[in-house]
């Protein structure tokens, strides 16, 4: 696809006006326009012996342009160049049914017009070991869409991969109203019924006085015998006894991961979600919670994660799953019970929370 240009625009006008105009007049290029982006991507991965990518199929290009454009307007008005996390998983969310769905992107920093050539930003971006990942060593990816948008006298560049349906996250599956989950305001039990919120799973919810001593009861403790929240409670005929009980925020939601169907599904990639289950629940709750922890391990604990997150990136995959939602529900506390505590030492942890405190599901569960 041939570079946008919107020569002459106010750098208050919205790219999404320019860019009407511009797929308007070609949505699909002559072969010698196409896009010199993809071209350089692509001859630098038949040098390491990858194949090319190819270009979207026109209906799908037509979304990723509104996508992009949307996007390059946020960068471009705003002057940074970050991942949008949450804007690139509601894309993948409802792409994920078309055929091919969103597998990675990367972005150009605002430049000056003319600053982002072909071929050296190609090579600038495969000089990145998190760009180079996107690019080359993903190998479920198949398409490429790399699109300029120019505004005034800057621009951005941004690439989009894509990936074939065998790729894809499996169905929902359709789950009778069995689940039902139980817990306290404030407490451990917000993590998984937010993620029973964002992958749309029916269930009905619990919520148990807490300051009267409600879990402590007869009732309650038939479910959980420690008298702990949350518990899971999934009634099925097909299950041992035709019911399960489950206690531990973290049982609860690997299990739920499994129902949904929407996890990866290699085994190394389940372990690596359990990874991260884990390490929430036992190492960072440790490290956020417990004063004598918190004032040895808080903030090295955080220097690593800040680097971690710094891609903006799910922590396993290509899209937000359990690993994330267990990580990023600790971290969304911290403004919540430590609303004093300086985060500005840790810049993507910041980004994260307020990438978490954006989603629908999330405020939701949290009000």
Not at 279 to 284: G, H, Q, R, S, V
């Amino acid at each position: 696809m041939a570079a946008h240009r919107c020569r002459g625009l106010r750098r208050t006008l919205t790219l999404s006006v320019c860019f009407v105009l511009v797929v308007g007049l070609q949505p699909r290029p002559a072969a010698a326009d196409r896009d010199l982006y993809a071209e350089a991507v692509n001859a630098l991965r038949l040098e390491q012996g990858k194949p090319s990518l190819q270009p979207l199929p026109d209906p799908l290009e037509t979304e990723n342009v509104l996508y992009q454009a949307r996007l390059a307007r946020q960068i471009l008005l705003g002057g940074t160049c970050d991942h949008d996390a949450s804007r690139w998983s509601a894309f993948q969310t409802t792409m994920a049914r078309q055929g091919l769905q969103p597998l990675g992107e990367v972005i150009a920093c605002p430049g000056w017009a003319g600053t982002w050539q072909p071929g050296a930003l190609a090579k600038k971006w495969f000089e990145s070991d998190v760009h180079r990942r996107v690019l080359m060593e993903r190998a479920a990816a198949t398409h490429i869409s790399c699109n300029r948008f120019l505004e005034g006298t800057l621009e951005v560049v941004l690439c989009t991969t894509w990936r074939r349906p065998c790729a894809l996250p499996r169905p929902i599956p359709a789950l009778p109203m069995t689940l039902t989950l139980y817990g306290g305001a404030r407490s451990r039990a917000s993590m998984p019924r937010w993620y029973l919120e964002e992958r749309g799973m029916p269930y009905a919810w619990v919520q148990l006085d807490m300051a009267a001593g409600e879990h402590r009861g007869e009732a309650f403790r038939a479910i959980n015998p420690f008298a702990k929240v949350p518990a899971l409670v999934h009634d099925d005929p097909s299950l041992p006894g035709g019911r399960l009980q489950l206690f531990e925020s973290g049982a609860i939601l690997l299990y739920l991961a499994e129902l949904s169907g929407q996890e990866n599904q290699s085994a190394a990639d389940r372990a690596q979600a359990a990874q991260w289950v884990l390490f929430a629940n036992a190492t960072l709750a440790t490290a956020l919670f417990v004063p004598s922890s918190r004032e040895r391990e808080f903030s090295p604990l955080m220097t690593v994660l800040d680097q971690r997150l710094a891609d903006g990136r799910p922590l396993v995959g290509d899209a937000w799953g359990v690993a994330d939602c267990a990580v990023e529900a600790y971290l969304a506390y911290l403004p919540v019970f430590f609303p004093d505590l300086d985060l500005s030492a840790w810049p993507a942890v910041v980004r994260r929370i307020a990438d978490v405190q954006s989603r629908p599901a999330y405020r939701r569960v949290m009000g």
